[in-house]
Structure formats: structure tokens, C-alpha cells
């Protein structure tokens, strides 16, 4: 399909474990951006990706959270270490430009990664 | 800094019925202004968009929003809802510039038949 695709969909895993979150965007987008959203909390921002700038990492909420983006397209998000409080479900969202370039372009939205800490 | 609000959880109405989602805004600057709709385990669909000029934008499935600058608000509203309506919506906004965007913490809305 042509929209944003993450994976897994689901996720479980035990506290203290390392996992990895995958997000293809839509193709020929140049930004990329993560949000966690945690239930009652709404969307929180994590990280975005425009091109070849370096990422805007302020949403991270501890340096157990880190993100990758390779070639420009698919990224990777990383949290290590894995807390309960890490629970959310994971979303991530292409679109054309990024907050300066194109500040008024919707971004698509994959249908995110549940995860799950034991 | 930017911040949005949704002051209602939940909404409820009947089929048939206008509807109504209120969105207050606060940002230093002038605000680009977003509607998106999520259903049960998918990712946010984009509804809207306010970015300039008129201030009543029309978007997708019959929904529309008014920008209202002096009540900062863009409250997203439908001559008449539908069954399938029924999801959950937020607000969002950021200010031209490096900004994230901000959304709100949502308003569910339900619609019965």
C-alpha cells in the first residue's frame, strides 16, 4: 500500500528488555516524525526527521529512547532498558517537508505499534 | 509555548443531530490548525486543516471547522452525524517555524443511532 506502515503491530515484552519499533513512511516524504500515545494522555511528541538534518530530539523522555532514520526513509525507534511505564501505543507519521519548509502539510499516520511491558 | 485543549472527554449525540467538538488554542504567533479522527487501533486521519484566509474550512466525511482568532478556538462541527461517525478526534496546532505539533488530548465522540 502507499500510506505508513509500522511494525509490529503488537508487541509484548518483559521489563528491562531492549525493543526496536520499525516505521516505513510514504514514499518521497522527507519528514518523519514519532509520537507516543498513552491512554487519556493524547499524543506526545518524540523525535522528527526532516531529510538530512539532524533529528529534533526534545520530545525524548530519557536517554533510554534513541531513533534512527537510514537512507532518508525507513526509521527505527529504540527503547532500551523497558519500563511499565513505557506501555503506549507508538506512532509514527510521514509527510511532505518538514515543520519549516511545509508547516502546513498534514502528516500521514501509520497505525502504530502497541507495546506492552511485563 | 503552544498548547491545545480539548475540554471534553466524550460527546454524545443522536443520529441525524449537529454535532459539535470544541478546540481552544494558545500559541505566540499565528497558529496552523489541525482536526484529525483515529478509530479503534489505527493511526489519526487527517480531517482539516485552517491555515489562512477564510475562516470556515470545509475536509473530509461532511466535517467542517470554524477559526474564531478573538475566542482562539476551532471547534470542528457536521450538520449531521452518522452512526459511523463515532471515533475519536483530536485538535492540533503548530506556528510556522521549527515547531512539533501539539494535539490536544482528545474528545470521543459517540454517535447513536
Known amino acids: 500500500g502507499a500510506g505508513v506502515s509500522q511494525s509490529p503491530s503488537n508487541k509484548v515484552t518483559e521489563k528491562g528488555k531492549d525493543v526496536e519499533l520499525r516505521c516505513d513512511p510514504i514514499s518521497g516524504h522527507t519528514a518523519l516524525y514519532w509520537y507516543r500515545q498513552s491512554l487519556g494522555q493524547g499524543l506526545e511528541f518524540l523525535i522528527y526527521f526532516q531529510g538530512n538534518s539532524a533529528p529534533d530530539k526534545s520530545g525524548l523522555p530519557s536517554d533510554r529512547f534513541s531513533a534512527e532514520r537510514t537512507g532518508g526513509s525507513v526509521s527505527t525507534l529504540t527503547i532500551q532498558r523497558t519500563q511499565q511505564e513505557d506501555s503506549a501505543v507508538y506512532l509514527c507519521?510521514?509527510?511532505?517537508?518538514?515543520?519549516?519548509?511545509?508547516?502546513?502539510?498534514?502528516?500521514?499516520f501509520g497505525d502504530g505499534t502497541r507495546l506492552s511491558i511485563l | 509555548a503552544q498548547s491545545v485543549a480539548q475540554p471534553e472527554d466524550q460527546v454524545n449525540v443522536a443520529e441525524g443531530n449537529p454535532l459539535t467538538v470544541k478546540c481552544t488554542y494558545s500559541?505566540?504567533?499565528?497558529?496552523?490548525l489541525f482536526w484529525y479522527v483515529q478509530y479503534p487501533n489505527r493511526g489519526l486521519q487527517f480531517l482539516l486543516k485552517?491555515?489562512?484566509?477564510?475562516?470556515l474550512v470545509k475536509g473530509s466525511y461532511g466535517f467542517e471547522a470554524e477559526f474564531n482568532k478573538s475566542q482562539t478556538s476551532f471547534h470542528l462541527k457536521k450538520p449531521s452525524a452518522l452512526v459511523s461517525d463515532s471515533a475519536l478526534y483530536f485538535c492540533?496546532?503548530?506556528?510556522?517555524?521549527?515547531?512539533?505539533?501539539?494535539f490536544g488530548k482528545g474528545t470521543r465522540l459517540s454517535v447513536i443511532a
Open positions: 500559541v505566540s504567533g499565528n497558529p496552523y
Open positions: 492540533a496546532v503548530r506556528v510556522s517555524g521549527n515547531t512539533p505539533l501539539v
Open positions: 507519521a510521514s509527510s511532505l517537508g518538514g515543520f519549516i519548509l511545509n508547516s502546513n502539510q498534514p502528516q500521514h
Open positions: 485552517y491555515i489562512t484566509g477564510d475562516n
